[in-house]
Nanobody
Framework: QVQLVESGGGLVQPGGSLRLSCAASGIIFSNYTMGWYRQAPVKQRELVEVIDSGGSTNYLDSVKGRFTISRDNAKNTVYLQMGSLQPEDTAVYYC????????????????WGQGTQVTVSS
């Protein structure tokens, strides 16, 4: 059974920092692209930052220079270090694990955590 368990969310003042963690089980973690997504009220879920199995990253422009994703394959954990937080960063943050296999046929493995709330407010 695949589980992605997020932690580290909470209430923080503007300009503050938080570190989110996502512990994975039931998958070969090192094979997966791991990502953080977020969804604010009445908005669609959006990609925040992802890191592939080789360590390459991709991120939302608005978090450039403020957020950093990293992974520890030995601990099956992905992190999101968030700094200079702003009210517009307020959302539920979700961890995602994604892998695509192409042989013998194409199949997408895609898993989500339950989400952790991040609220930026004074």
């Amino acid at each position: 059974q695949v589980q992605l368990v997020e932690s580290g969310g909470g209430l923080v003042q503007p300009g503050g920092s938080l570190r989110l963690s996502c512990a994975a089980s039931g998958i070969i973690f090192s094979n997966y692209t791991m990502g953080w997504y977020r969804q604010a009220p009445v908005k669609q879920r959006e990609l925040v930052e992802v890191i592939d199995s080789g360590g390459s990253t991709n991120y939302l422009d608005s978090v450039k220079g403020r957020f950093t994703i990293s992974r520890d394959n030995a601990k099956n954990t992905v992190y999101l270090q968030m700094g200079s937080l702003q009210p517009e960063d307020t959302a539920v943050y979700y961890c995602n694990a994604n892998a695509v296999v192409t042989f013998p046929r194409r199949y997408v493995y895609d898993y989500w955590g339950q989400g952790t709330q991040v609220t930026v407010s004074s």
